[in-house]
């Protein structure tokens, strides 16, 4: 009772303020529970995909260093066109293992093989010293313009970032006339290498007045190679020049121009993976025994009584008619550099000091191929490429920047290269100015996070429900609470005021003061009264039993004329004494028809269309009420009564059926009713498995009620 009285005073707009605030109570705990557990299977997923990235950059670097690890192996002497195998009185010539062509090589993109020597001259082990004699060494006319063309193109790329100069023509006819201004120039070409003040060494060529005597043609040639020595020295300013590479940026831009966030703030693997790389202990210079013909000897170049013109070597022809001459030497091997030239190509090249002279050694590569064979390839076997891009970055300048699965393909411009920084690192020497930037496009949940995603949608879907149906049920209960009151209001209405004349009626009765005429209008009142209270009464109680389901409708087959007859015997004096017109209109077919129903249920329900039309039609100046029965099919017939007043609102057309509603005020309204009359005749007529409907006429309203045919 109490919480009854407590909904009674309640309205709806309080119990939606309620149920608001209650369901903000819980769901802001709720979502912040489901935002963290996502966030953690984030970071952890994110974990995962990092450790995977370390795991594909060792991989990677670890596939470079094989590469360049068995470069290292190879011995001066393969950058020749022809070897000496063997020892001792077997040995023999040999064409280098780096003359075949096409170039056979496990480097991806690589271009060729190149020696540059201290006169700045360049060589390539894919032709021979000696041109005229080519097919004596196997290759054909067409094979050896192939091989020619590829050296041109070697010596091109080489030209073309000033790193083999012309000098070399120039100089190429003359004799030096003393063997120690030779070694004293290598000497030089070395203290360049180790940054020593270049006049300086010079000043020892010319203060050793009494090995060296300096004359104008000396001069020239030490001008002459002293040129050479500088384009020689291209190479030591190759990695020199990072200030002015960041001037020239890459298609792709500097990697300080791309947005890379950082949201994880644990980057623990990243930066140890950056300490570990600057402290890589630094590869040391090798020493290996060369051994090369005479002919081709580093000391015939600078021989005073030489007849023999640098580039010239011995034919194979000559070589049979010659004794096998052969020089050993000793060399030192610097470990290989790596560098990107301004034509976009990599360098990979090595020194070698050999009598007391520098050469140059190593290999063009192609960009592209050589990334996308050992990067991208392994990249778009992992998970990795579903959820991020790989950036390789060069000095801080994109390279290239390879997508994920789903679009197969290079990105463009630097906009699109936008994400979450999830991994970053360097390779090993000589690769370390190259770095793999890992940036997420779309970071997986895994299982959990899927979990996760759909019991929040269920626990929302729980929750909105939830609360939705406790605000219709509290809704409900403040309707039945205030229809309960307007119902107590109107059945004391309704009792009370028959009641009060039947009782006034019945003293004048009683007292004698009614006389003989007026006796007779007062029975009938009283009685029209008490008719009234019984089917208030009756209506009551039916409406208790089919609440509790302890009534059930007694079916029986019933023709409808009986049923129309029986209608018309109980409501024809209720009709003419509210001072209306009954019309009972009924074809022959639908009399004939056979339907199933409680016989006294059926006159109930139009006792009380037909007390429902005298009430709101009182005021109408046709004061008819029709009952027409049709056969509208030849399983159905309908009942059709009407009345000619105001009608219902379209609005409460679908309200009036429920219980206790009233489309008038309580405290305004001017008709009779308790709000349970049309409710009642519409759970009987659904218990007898029948329909009922109602429409507007102009003007009054119809009724149309339907049963099946037996």
Not at 126 to 131: A, E, G, K, S, T
Not at 413 to 420: D, I, S, Y
Request: proline fraction near 3%; hydrophobic fraction near 40%.
């Amino acid at each position: 009772m109490m919480f009854r009285s407590t909904l009674s005073g309640l309205n709806k707009k309080t119990l939606q303020r309620g149920l608001m605030v209650f369901f903000i109570a819980l769901a802001i705990p709720t979502a912040i529970l489901i935002q963290q557990s996502y966030s953690r299977l984030k970071w952890e997923a994110f974990h995962q995909h990092q450790v995977m990235a370390d795991e594909l950059a060792t991989r990677i670097d670890k596939q470079f260093l094989h590469f360049i690890n068995s470069e290292e192996q190879r011995p001066f002497t393969d950058y020749a066109f022809l070897n000496v195998v063997g020892e001792n009185e077997a040995r023999f010539f040999q064409r280098s293992p780096l003359s075949h062509y096409p170039i056979a090589s496990s480097i991806p993109g690589l271009m060729g093989y190149f020696q540059v020597d201290s006169l700045g001259r360049l060589v390539t082990p894919l032709i021979p010293d000696v041109l005229d004699d080519a097919k004596s060494y196997g290759l054909s006319d067409s094979e050896l313009m192939q091989r020619m063309t590829l050296h041109k193109q070697i010596e091109a790329v080489l030209s073309q970032n000033n790193l083999v100069n012309n000098l070399a023509d120039r100089t190429n006819g003359k004799k030096l006339k003393d063997d120690q201004l030779a070694k004293k120039l290598g000497s030089t070409l070395k203290s360049l290498d180790r940054d020593e003040p270049l006049e300086g060494a010079f000043s020892s060529v010319e203060s050793d007045e009494e090995d060296v005597h300096v004359n104008s043609e000396m001069i020239g040639e030490t001008e002459a190679l002293t040129d050479s020595v500088q384009g020689q020295a291209a190479f030591d300013e190759l990695n020199k020049t990072i200030t002015k590479k960041k001037s020239q940026k890459s298609v792709l831009g500097r990697i300080e121009d791309i947005e890379l966030k950082q949201r994880y703030k644990e980057t623990e693997i990243i930066e140890e993976t950056l300490k570990q790389s600057e402290q890589k202990k630094e590869k040391r210079a090798r020493r290996e025994l060369n051994a090369l013909p005479e002919s081709i000897s580093i000391d015939h170049a600078v021989k005073d009584d030489s007849n023999v013109e640098p580039q010239a070597a011995m034919s194979p022809s000559q070589l049979d008619l010659t004794p096998l001459r052969i020089n050993t030497f000793e060399s030192e091997i610097d470990p290989f550099e790596f560098s990107q030239l301004e034509s976009g190509h990599f360098v990979l090249f090595r020194k070698v000091w050999l009598n007391e002279q520098r050469y140059i050694q190593g290999m063009l590569i192609e960009q592209h191929d050589f990334l996308d064979t050992v990067i991208n390839h392994a990249f778009v076997e992992t998970a990795l490429s579903d959820m991020s891009n790989l950036l390789v970055v060069y000095q801080g300048n994109v390279l290239e920047a390879f997508s994920g699965r789903r679009y197969r393909d290079y990105r463009s411009n630097t906009a699109a290269l936008k994400g979450e920084l999830l991994y970053q690192t360097r390779l090993s020497d000589p690769l370390s100015d190259v770095q793999l930037l890992f940036s997420i496009t779309q970071l997986p949940a895994g299982p959990g996070g899927v979990i996760i995603v759909w019991l929040a949608l269920i626990l929302s879907m729980v929750l909105c429900i939830g609360f939705y149906l406790m605000y219709r049920l509290g809704v409900g209960q403040i309707n039945l609470a205030n229809q309960q009151q307007d119902f107590v209001s109107a059945v004391s209405h309704e009792l009370k005021t028959p009641l009060t004349s039947i009782r006034m009626y019945g003293e004048m009765l009683r007292e004698g003061w009614a006389t003989e005429e007026k006796k007779k209008t007062y029975y009938d009142f009283i009685f029209d009264e008490s008719e009234r209270l019984s089917r208030l009464i009756n209506n009551v109680l039916h409406l208790a039993k089919m609440t509790r389901n302890t009534q059930k409708a007694e079916l029986k087959e019933a023709t409808v004329s009986e049923l129309i007859d029986s209608v018309r015997s109980k409501v024809s004096s209720q009709v003419e004494r509210a001072g209306f017109e009954l019309r009972i209109k009924c074809d022959n077919e639908a009399k004939q028809a056979v339907i199933n129903v409680d016989a006294d249920w059926f006159s109930q329900i139009m006792i009380n269309l037909v007390d429902n039309a005298i009430k709101f039609s009182a005021k109408s100046d046709i004061k008819v009420i029709e009952l027409h029965c049709l056969k509208v099919s030849k399983v159905k017939v309908q009942f059709k009564l009407r009345d000619y007043g105001p009608g219902i609102d379209n609005k409460q057309m679908k309200k009036i059926f429920t219980l206790f509603y009233r489309t008038e005020n309580e405290l305004t309204r001017e008709t009779v009713g308790t709000g349970i009359g049309l409710a009642l005749v519409h759970q009987m007529i659904l218990n007898m498995n029948g329909q009922i409907d109602v429409m507007n006429k102009e003007p009054g309203v119809e009724f149309n009620v339907q049963f099946p045919i037996k």
